[in-house]
């Protein structure tokens, strides 16, 4: 065959290796970018969180003319919290109580949350240890932690990361339960008086769908024209005007609607 004949062929090859590189590339980014999403809210949170304990420590000692340093470390740990939490809800057995009431999940993920930031600062203690000269092996890591251990530090330390836990946790349930990103909208978009005769008049809309579903079968109610059908849309059409008349108007521009 001529070697005309081939470069074709050749150029389309060329083409597809480089598509499915751009595609491999695209596909690596927006992991990067779904998992930096997921780890900034936490991030975040303990970051004010920890420096908050911090710059109220200060306040406690100030009076004892006692300085205290610990931005990076609690920077540091912020950044730790974020990717423990990163890692643990990647793990199936954290959605144990998902469908408990809601008190039981929220306790079981801090206190899996807890022991694993535990489990991760004594990892960071022992890589400064050994970046130290610290000998691996034969106990050296215990005896050097053993001998500048606190309880009272430590108990201090725990408790606060199992309250912001605490905190955090209880929040990121009750927006998953509400919807992703209502939790927002309630606190810094919507009134207080829309949103209690709104929550009023879904949740009777809701007992009304519960009860339609409970009396009929699911055939009855995806059937055209029966009246379980006709309740159903009556039910979804009056829940879907209550999200747009609650929902935040667009502004007008000025002599719109001169």
């Known amino acids: 065959m001529p070697k005309t004949a081939r470069i074709p062929e050749n150029m389309a090859m060329a083409h597809v290796t480089e598509a499915a590189g751009?595609?491999?590339?695209?596909?690596i980014?927006?992991?990067?970018?779904?998992e930096f999403r997921e780890v900034l809210p936490p991030t975040i949170f303990f970051?004010?969180?920890?420096?908050?304990?911090?710059?109220?420590?200060?306040?406690?000692?100030?009076?004892?003319?006692?300085?205290?340093s610990g931005f990076l470390v609690a920077?540091?740990?912020?950044?730790?919290?974020?990717?423990?939490?990163?890692?643990?809800?990647?793990?199936?057995?954290?959605?144990?109580y998902d469908d408990a009431p809601l008190i039981r999940p929220i306790l079981f993920k801090t206190i899996v949350y807890t022991m694993l930031v535990f489990i991760a600062r004594l990892l960071e203690a022992f890589v400064h240890y050994v970046a130290q000269g610290g000998a691996v092996g034969g106990g050296g890591f215990i005896d050097d932690t053993l001998g500048s251990f606190s309880w009272y530090?430590?108990?201090a330390t725990q408790i606060w990361i199992f309250v912001l836990f605490l905190i955090y946790v209880t929040a990121v349930e009750l927006n998953t339960l509400l919807g992703d990103g209502e939790l927002f909208k309630i606190f810094f978009t919507r009134r207080s008086s829309e949103l209690k005769s709104s929550r009023r008049a879904r949740i009777r809309l809701l007992v009304r769908l519960s009860r339609l579903i409970d009396a009929h079968p699911i055939e009855a109610l995806g059937t055209a024209g029966t009246k379980p059908h006709a309740e159903l849309t009556a039910i979804l059409r009056a829940?879907?005007?209550?999200?747009?008349?609650?929902?935040?108007?667009?502004?007008?521009?000025?002599?719109?609607?001169?």
């Open 75 to 96: 920077t540091t740990g912020a950044l730790i919290v974020g990717k423990v939490v990163l890692v643990a809800d990647k793990m199936p057995f954290l959605r144990r």
């Open 153 to 155: 530090r430590f108990s």
């Open 47 to 68: 970051f004010i969180g920890f420096n908050l304990v911090l710059f109220t420590k200060r306040l406690f000692l100030a009076d004892y003319l006692i300085q205290v």
């Open 22 to 27: 751009h595609s491999r590339w695209a596909r």
């Open 239 to 258: 829940m879907a005007q209550g999200d747009r008349s609650t929902s935040p108007r667009p502004a007008t521009a000025p002599g719109a609607g001169a």
């Open 29 to 34: 980014g927006a992991t990067l970018a779904h």
